[in-house]
């Protein structure tokens, strides 16, 4: 139990373009997801936290015009990187917390981008 | 301002030994703990969990000490095998916060 995915598992795209990536807790109920940004040899950085029907809290730093994110579904939440630049090259990772719990997350497996 | 930190960036163990990943929290307000292991190009997997009011929890082969008293928390991985190699993180909740704050992470490297 307690599985997310993510859609892409990896994207590459011109710069400028914009690019959405699917988390979806596929047996549970998620009244919070997360998304968070891993750079090669580092930790986990959150960017923010979205509650279902309601807008995402961001992170300081995180701009929330570039970064935008949808949880429209105790399932589903999404992160569009609008007109993405190299710089936004990195590796996407959500998670979400079940409804009922101990207040654990489970991660889905990660999107890689890539902003040529 | 808060942090969780790790003491050894990294952790060489041969196979079928005993692993201990050790992590320093510094906010007593933390309630909630989790242990994570990645592995390269994934997303992390979530290992074992403990709340405040326990200080030992046990799965299989994995086990969670903590100490409040000077706030540190410790993986043990029994009979590590070489599957084991990745790289770990703690991570802890405060009361009352929304999301984890994660630590530097630990690699493990298991030697056959």
């Known amino acids: 139990g307690a599985v997310v995915s993510q859609h892409p598992s990896w994207v590459i795209c011109k710069s400028g373009t914009s690019v959405k990536i699917e988390c979806r807790s596929l047996?549970?109920?998620?009244?919070?997801m997360f998304w968070y940004r891993q750079f090669p040899k580092q930790s986990l950085m959150l960017m923010a936290t979205?509650?279902?029907?309601?807008?995402?809290?961001?992170e300081q730093g995180v701009e929330k015009d570039k970064f935008l994110i949808n949880h429209a579904s105790l399932t589903l939440s999404t992160l569009t990187v609008t007109s993405a630049h190299p710089e936004d090259s990195s590796f996407y990772i959500c998670?979400?917390?079940?409804?009922?719990?101990?207040?654990?997350?489970?991660f889905g497996p990660g999107t890689r981008l890539t902003v040529l | 301002g808060e942090s969780v930190g790790l003491h050894l960036p990294t952790l060489s163990v041969q196979e079928g030994d005993n692993s201990i990943i050790n992590c320093a929290y510094s906010n007593s307000a933390s309630d909630y703990f989790i242990w994570y292991k990645q592995e390269s190009g994934k997303g992390p997997q979530f290992i074992i969990d403990?709340?405040?009011?326990?200080d030992k929890r046990q799965g299989q082969r994995v086990t969670v000490l903590l100490n409040k008293t000077v706030k540190h928390l410790s993986l043990q991985i029994a009979a590590t095998q070489p599957g084991d190699s990745a790289v770990y993180f703690c991570a802890e909740k405060q009361t009352g916060a929304n999301n984890l704050f994660f630590g530097t992470g630990t690699r493990l490297t298991v030697i056959p």
């Open positions: 047996d549970f109920q998620a009244t919070t």
């Open positions: 998670s979400a917390r079940p409804g009922t719990g101990r207040g654990e997350q489970f």
């Open positions: 979205s509650n279902e029907g309601s807008k995402a809290t961001y």
């Open positions: 403990i709340r405040s009011n326990m």
